[in-house]
């Protein structure tokens, strides 16, 4: 319905949108793929929709969205973890000009608290994340976040093997748009060109 008739569906689902999404949330912390990432799906194609439209309940529902994430980054719960995380990269992904500063070094805090957990399936997400955090605030990421970063994926990939190290590669090959970068220019390009700047 978002994807096939948004404004139908933006009008009525922003009236009584609280309660379906909680549902939507709590779906994406099943431990049943299908299910996950089924639910995973349906939360990019509404932050989707309600991004393209004009609507001042928008960044309420942004807001509303990101507490849940938040709450749950403290919850010690591997598929907790793994659905605030995919959360969050959909958030960033559609909203983040909605967003201030200060909650991007906040998220970037809880992301990587959050990769310490041994699941696998939160590792993977947390990579899979990097490089939109890297494009978010490049500068504050380079500055901050960037070594830990690297060494992350980098941890990620040595330990991993077959489809699970391919992941990690990936990563590192994602275009990522820098303002003060060439368009091309990758996180494995990133790190290149400031090793050689530090010499």
């Known amino acids: 319905f978002c994807q096939y ?87 960033r992904t559609y909203s983040q000009s909605d967003f201030p500063q200060e909650q991007y070094a906040e998220t970037c805090e809880n992301v990587f608290k959050a990769g310490e957990n041994k699941n696998l399936q939160v590792k993977k997400s947390l990579v899979a994340l990097i490089p939109r955090l890297a494009s978010n605030s490049t500068l504050t990421f380079v500055s901050k976040y960037l070594k830990h970063s690297m060494g992350f994926i980098i941890d990620f990939i040595t330990k991993r093997a077959g489809k699970e190290k391919g992941v990690g590669f990936l990563t590192l090959g994602q275009p990522v748009s820098y303002t003060h970068l060439r368009a091309h220019e990758t996180l494995r390009y990133l790190v290149c060109r400031l090793l050689l700047e530090k010499k």
């Open 5 to 91: 008739a948004p404004v139908s569906t933006f009008n009525s689902i922003t009236s009584v949108v609280i309660e379906p999404l909680k549902d939507m949330l709590n779906a994406i912390k099943d431990s049943r793929p299908h299910i996950r990432d089924a639910a995973n799906d349906l939360l990019k194609a509404f932050l989707k929709l309600i991004t393209n439209r004009e609507d001042t309940t928008r960044k309420e529902l942004y807001l509303f969205i990101y507490s849940k994430a938040k709450g749950d980054f403290h919850s010690g719960d591997p598929n907790a973890l793994n659905a605030s995380i995919l959360i969050i990269e959909g958030l």
